[in-house]
């Protein structure tokens, strides 16, 4: 099924470092999603296939939606296992870092990275990557971390140890990273490699239910909450700004992934161009995340302004204040969005 080249003296590296590895931390980003939660999960199960032992290290608490993933259950969250997430990269011959490409974006997790002596292998598809590794596969035409792993497998001679559970993970990320196939979805060879893992026995209805159909009461709430309450429609700067306060959290109950595609829904407005949503997690932490339709990059407001970054149409970043005062600093880029505005197009 080839029909993505990588380089063959990379492939080769990857092969003789994961045939030598007998111990092998993985990890990804804080705040993991699905495409995350699911390259590592995919990893660890194909990995351990080949007799690997392995332990996938997240810097947060995984959100309990994706609970279901086969394997959730073995993941060292570092936040509050730091001795077993230390002893992991300590020991470890080989560390995979998947779905990101800067050590900022794992926090704390970071300085258990430096301090081993293992080899690094980054498989990510994010721009600009800043993160040093043995082999970097950094590819952001790629439309998920998930499929570019498959793809990597697969040309390392692989792809045969990636079983129901394996795939299942891997299936996830993609879904999740696509919006089911709505969005960075036009390529044919994601479509080849969904063939792929569905004839590894993976249930794609079943998954689609888990991953998009089925809710909490609390988070039906909390959606329901923000829409009707905390949505701001800027129809002169073509936006819609989304807040939740730590105290409205509190007073639903919030879970991580309780929010989840919530900035997404704004999009369906005729007219809104770009979705902001601004959760406050802490007194004096704002999380920001941006959504935007054509050619618009939010990505970079977020670098900008944000200490951001990800997608031209999808990325996020963080205020270090008040809520007040994050929604004050986002109002404050307006005219500067709308001069990016100037120059918008469907694509």
Do not use: W
């Not at 003296?9 to 993985?26: G, H, M, P, S």
């Not at 001795?83 to 704390?108: E, G, Q, S, T």
Request: aromatic share 8%; with cysteine; hydrophobic share 40%.
């Amino acid at each position: 099924m080839r029909f993505f080249e990588f380089d063959t003296e990379k492939i080769d590296r990857f092969r003789q470092l994961t045939d030598r590895a007998k111990r092998v931390a993985v990890v990804c980003h804080m705040t993991p999603d699905g495409d995350a939660l699911g390259s590592s999960l995919c990893l660890m199960h194909t990995l351990s296939a080949l007799g690997k032992h392995v332990t996938v290290v997240t810097p947060d608490a995984p959100p309990k939606t994706l609970g279901f993933l086969p394997g959730s259950e073995r993941i060292t969250v570092n936040s509050y296992q730091h001795d077993k997430a230390r002893n992991a990269f300590l020991n470890a011959d080989l560390i995979f870092c998947l779905d990101f490409n800067d050590l900022r974006r794992i926090d704390r997790t970071a300085p258990l990275v430096e301090a081993s002596a293992a080899p690094i292998v980054m498989i990510d598809h994010h721009l600009n990557p800043t993160l040093e590794a043995e082999i970097a596969f950094s590819h952001p035409e790629i439309s998920s971390t998930c499929a570019l792993l498959f793809l990597v497998l697969e040309a390392a001679g692989l792809a045969g140890h990636i079983g129901r559970e394996a795939a299942t993970c891997c299936c996830a990320g993609m879904m999740t990273d696509t919006g089911n196939f709505a969005y960075n979805a036009n390529d044919p060879g994601i479509y080849r490699i969904l063939a792929e893992l569905m004839e590894r026995g993976v249930d794609k209805n079943d998954l689609y239910n888990k991953l998009f159909n089925t809710n909490s009461l609390t988070r039906i709430r909390i959606m329901g909450f923000c829409q009707y309450a905390r949505l701001h429609v800027l129809d002169e700067h073509r936006c819609a700004i989304t807040t939740l306060s730590l105290q409205e959290a509190r007073d639903f109950n919030y879970s991580k992934g309780d929010t989840e595609g919530l900035v997404n829904i704004p999009l369906s407005i005729p007219g809104i161009v770009y979705s902001i949503f601004l959760r406050q997690d802490e007194e004096d932490y704002i999380k920001v995340s941006m959504r935007s339709k054509g050619n618009f990059s939010v990505k970079e407001l977020c670098e900008r302004h944000f200490d951001g970054g990800g997608h031209l149409n999808a990325s996020g970043g963080e205020i270090r204040d008040t809520l007040d005062n994050a929604m004050a600093r986002i109002l404050e880029l307006l005219p500067e969005a709308d001069k990016m505005l100037e120059d918008y197009s469907e694509l």
